[in-house]
């Protein structure tokens, strides 16, 4: 049986090679056996990896190990009706921002019971390729919400900035790496031939929807690229620029938990569609739908 002893530094993890080494088999050997299934792996980030306890389980002959309940937190990026939707289940959730590739590489390793991901892939393609990239197993995502997003510009320029290449010179406030929205606005510069040094710096980084329109509406900075919900909710300038999806990937074993029912719950009553209305910018009507399923 998988040893309860361990020390607590003891990875929770192991590599190709450290699997190899347990096996007594060369690497091939071990990449093998992940390719055909028959052994225990995770994908995680590109790199290849093994859950310790279910390796161990798996040499004893006992089947996988079964993984611990990951804990009551939702990870990933920031959406204000997610938000308003936690505070309303009163179910328990903890909420860790730090943007949608920091909050699934969280959920890969087991820390967090969702993600709020919306993650940019080109070609009008979201989130879906870059989780199944991950080799993650037991999972859901579903649609939460269609979001406005666009540039949030300060009242003294909202009347001269008509599209992304009238940025140049502005002060933008930048998201965090790894956030969605940083990625988008990458992606949208290049689109435009327009460089990021093209863009006058801001001070400090935005790392929530909230913070990006604070910002604005602060004078730290002329424009930043959030959604239409913040610009409303600070009386700034809008340009919109594309309906985006934000997506939540749920652990299966906590789906059916009290905290994600009581969430999911409240995305089923009447009182979210009047939020969403009042927040702005929001498209609801395929909130819930599968859009992905790992086994």
């Known amino acids: 049986m998988p040893n309860d002893t361990a020390p607590s530094d003891t990875p929770l993890y192991l590599t190709t090679k450290e699997v190899a080494d347990l096996l007594r088999v060369r690497e091939r050997k071990v990449y093998d056996l992940a390719g055909a299934d028959e052994i225990p792996h995770r994908r995680i980030t590109g790199k290849l990896l093994f859950p310790r306890d279910e390796i161990m389980a798996?040499?004893?002959?006992?089947?996988?190990?079964?993984p611990a309940q990951v804990p009551d937190v939702l990870t990933g990026s920031h959406d204000p009706l997610l938000a308003w939707a936690v505070g309303e289940s009163n179910g328990g959730l903890a909420v860790l921002q730090n943007g949608s590739a920091d909050g699934l590489t969280c959920f890969a390793q087991g820390k967090a019971a969702l993600a709020g991901l919306h993650i940019p892939e080109g070609d009008g393609r979201w989130n879906r390729n870059t989780v199944a990239s991950h080799g993650l197993r037991d999972c859901v995502l579903i649609r939460w919400a269609l979001r406005e997003r666009g540039l949030i510009l300060a009242p003294g320029?909202?009347?001269?900035v008509k599209s992304l290449n009238d940025l140049a010179g502005l002060r933008v406030v930048r998201r965090q790496s790894?956030?969605?929205a940083a990625a988008l606005l990458d992606q949208l510069l290049a689109g435009v031939g327009l460089s990021a040094e093209a863009l006058a710096p801001a001070e400090g980084v935005a790392r929530t929807e909230t913070d990006a329109a604070l910002a604005v509406a602060s004078g730290a900075a002329d424009a930043a690229l959030g959604i239409a919900a913040m610009a409303r909710q600070f009386k700034l300038g809008f340009l919109p620029i594309l309906m985006e999806p934000f997506d939540l990937l749920i652990d299966r074993r906590a789906y059916f938990t009290p905290p994600v029912q009581s969430l999911?719950?409240?995305?089923?009553?009447?009182?979210?569609?009047?939020?969403?209305?009042?927040?702005?910018g929001y498209d609801i009507a395929t909130m819930g739908e599968v859009l992905w399923n790992a086994t």
């Open 58 to 66: 798996w040499i004893d002959g006992s089947g996988e190990a079964a």
């Open 157 to 160: 320029i909202a009347d001269r």
């Open 178 to 180: 790894g956030a969605g």
């Open 264 to 280: 999911l719950q409240v995305a089923r009553t009447p009182e979210i569609t009047q939020k969403a209305a009042s927040l702005g």
